[in-house]
């Protein structure tokens, strides 16, 4: 019976793999882009093509390797591999023959070290399947909406500072909710706080939330299922400034599809924000309210420490939503 992979035996032995190869510069010479979104698709280039020649033989050079599926797109590849028993050599090692082969095929085919991927359950393996087969209309759908998929450094909001990405004029919207939910609120108050809150939302209010608690998830979850606009302020959500990852960074998941449908923006306080005298205050008033409900002494928290953190993203939320404009 397979064994899915654990954190101490991940890069060895038998196991599933998400492989993403990525061209240094990013240079688009492994394909073309074509069609719209409903029908988006990848002609491979005659470099592409000698690359996917390469990686259906994989089979056949490593009888214990198994290509579950692929992807080639302009600039970049994934590959899902299945290693079924032991090989002599592990996953990165196997990566690393990969690339040094492709280089030999084609010396523009210089691709970056790859991001691997240890797969640990089941429910990753279908989720995976799933995204290597729709990064042609994920690619599509960041070409036909540029703006929505494009890092906003120093976005100032009414005094306070994000980065930001996604639909900006979310921001515009006059009618606000802020969605914030106790960790032990009971199940039966979740509902009904979802319940209220979602019909707010369909009758034009724009909803912000840190969605920390379990409860506040959940309720940003209805209503982002919902087809609703949300507003979430994250914690550490972006790739650093200048980092590798920047230009070409895009939200995962879910997300993805709620930001280019325009019903999404992802805000990440500044840490000029997070020290600021506004958020301070707002933040340090809640957690003293959260002590005295308890009938607990305050003690302040140190605002590195992640519970402070998690708090003032909820309190950004509520000033952002109380906000006139």
Same mark, same amino acid.
């Given at each position: 019976m397979y064994q899915w992979k654990t954190y101490n035996n991940r890069w060895k032995g038998e196991g599933i793999y998400h492989l993403t190869f990525v061209l240094r510069e990013r240079l688009p010479i492994l394909g073309t882009l074509l069609g719209d979104i409903q029908s988006a698709s990848v002609e491979?280039?005659?470099?592409?093509?000698?690359? %996917? +020649?390469?990686?259906?033989?994989?089979?056949?050079?490593?009888?214990? @390797?198994?290509?579950?599926?692929?992807m080639i797109m302009p600039d970049h590849l994934h590959l899902l591999l299945y290693i079924k028993r032991e090989i002599g050599k592990s996953v990165k090692e196997l990566a690393r023959g990969m690339r040094q082969g492709w280089k030999q095929l084609a010396l523009e085919a210089d691709f970056a070290p790859p991001f691997i991927r240890p797969l640990y359950h089941k429910g990753q393996l279908n989720a995976m399947f799933q995204y290597i087969r729709c990064n042609p209309r994920r690619a599509m759908l960041r070409r036909q909406n540029p703006d929505l998929f494009r890092l906003r450094r120093e976005l100032q909001v009414e005094g306070l500072t994000f980065t930001a990405l996604g639909? %900006?004029?979310l921001l515009d919207y006059p009618e606000r909710q802020a969605i914030v939910c106790s960790r032990s609120a009971p199940k039966e108050k979740i509902a009904s706080q979802q319940a209220s809150t979602l019909q707010a939302a369909q009758e034009g209010k724009v909803s912000y939330s840190g969605a920390?608690?379990?409860?506040?998830?959940?309720? @940003?979850?209805?209503?982002?299922?919902?087809?609703?606009?949300?507003? @979430?302020?994250?914690? +550490?959500?972006?790739p650093p400034t200048g980092s590798e990852h920047e230009r070409y960074y895009k939200p995962g998941g879910v997300?993805?599809?709620?930001?280019?449908?325009?019903?999404? %923006? %992802?805000?990440?306080?500044?840490?000029?924000t997070m020290t600021s005298e506004r958020v301070v205050t707002q933040t340090e008033q809640a957690l003293r309210n959260k002590a005295e409900a308890k009938h607990q002494d305050y003690v302040p928290l140190p605002h590195t420490s992640k519970r402070w953190r998690m708090m003032a993203n909820n309190c950004i939320a509520e000033i952002l939503a109380d906000i006139e404009r």
């Open positions: 491979p280039s005659p470099i592409g093509r000698l690359i %996917l +020649d390469d990686i259906h033989n994989i089979e056949n050079r490593h009888t214990g @390797v198994q290509v579950y599926c692929s639909n %900006l004029f920390v608690s379990a409860g506040e998830k959940q309720i @940003v979850r209805a209503i982002r299922e919902a087809g609703l606009p949300v507003v @979430v302020v994250l914690n +550490d959500g972006f997300y993805f599809e709620a930001c280019a449908a325009g019903r999404l %923006l %992802l805000l990440e306080p500044t840490a000029t």
